[in-house]
Antibody, heavy 119, light 107 residues
């Protein structure tokens, strides 16, 4: 079955750029919306955005201007880039794959990776 | 942005209790609601999609209902493994948004 695995630095300084990669195994990337979600420590879930395998993107307006999601279907990967990070960006970052039903329930999640922003 | 407001924020219940969690959307979203369970330190797990459809492999103790703006997640008979935080999520319109969560604790 499809598995997702996040990778990237776990510690950043304020103003740096967060870059994470999600490796997809066990299935095709075609036709799906590849999604990033984050969860600050002790808090709830926040949708960051998604990219369709065709390249179409949607981002959370709260992060618009700082966030970029890209996909490389040939490498079975998609990525997250968040610029000018602050302590408020400290969170567990999940990559995820919603189902293709019209309700896009998120049934497949990566294990999550904690990114801490601290000077 | 569509706001999803869950209530209560937390509840204490005993094994065997019937538990109901409510989620209200700031505008009508038809049945575009999904529910997740998250245990401490773990990845969220999909329970229900399309407001009332049980995800494959999820026990029938869980059920969902609602349409429009008001939705409920019900656990018919709470079991020890059900103590967790539950989130609703709307997928009607981006940005997809989650409720703030309901923590179900042991009484």
């Amino acid at each position: 079955q499809v598995q997702l695995q996040e990778s990237g630095p776990g510690l950043l300084k304020p103003s740096e750029t967060l870059s994470l990669t999600c490796s997809v195994s066990g299935g095709s990337m075609i036709y799906y919306y590849w999604t990033w979600i984050r969860q600050p420590p002790g808090q709830g879930l926040e949708w960051i955005g998604y990219i369709h395998s065709s390249g179409t993107t949607k981002y959370n307006p709260s992060l618009e201007g700082r966030v970029t999601i890209a996909v490389d279907t040939s490498q079975n990967q998609f990525s997250l880039r968040l610029t000018s990070v602050t302590a408020a960006d400290t969170a567990v970052y999940y990559c995820a794959r919603p189902d293709t039903s019209g309700w896009y329930p998120i049934s497949i999640w990566g294990q999550g990776t904690l990114v801490t922003v601290s000077s | 942005e569509i706001q999803m407001t869950q209530s209560p924020a937390s509840l204490s219940a005993s094994v065997g209790d019937r538990v109901t969690i409510t989620c209200r959307a700031s505008q009508s979203i038809s049945n575009y609601v999904n529910w997740y369970q998250q245990k401490p330190g773990k990845v969220p797990r999909l329970l229900i999609f399309a407001a009332s459809t049980l995800q494959s492999g999820v026990t029938s103790r869980f059920s969902g209902s609602g349409s429009g703006t008001d939705f409920t997640l019900t656990i018919s008979s709470l079991q020890p493994e059900d103590f967790a935080t539950y989130y609703c999520q709307q997928s009607y319109r981006t940005p997809w948004t989650f409720g703030q969560g309901t923590k179900v604790e042991i009484k």
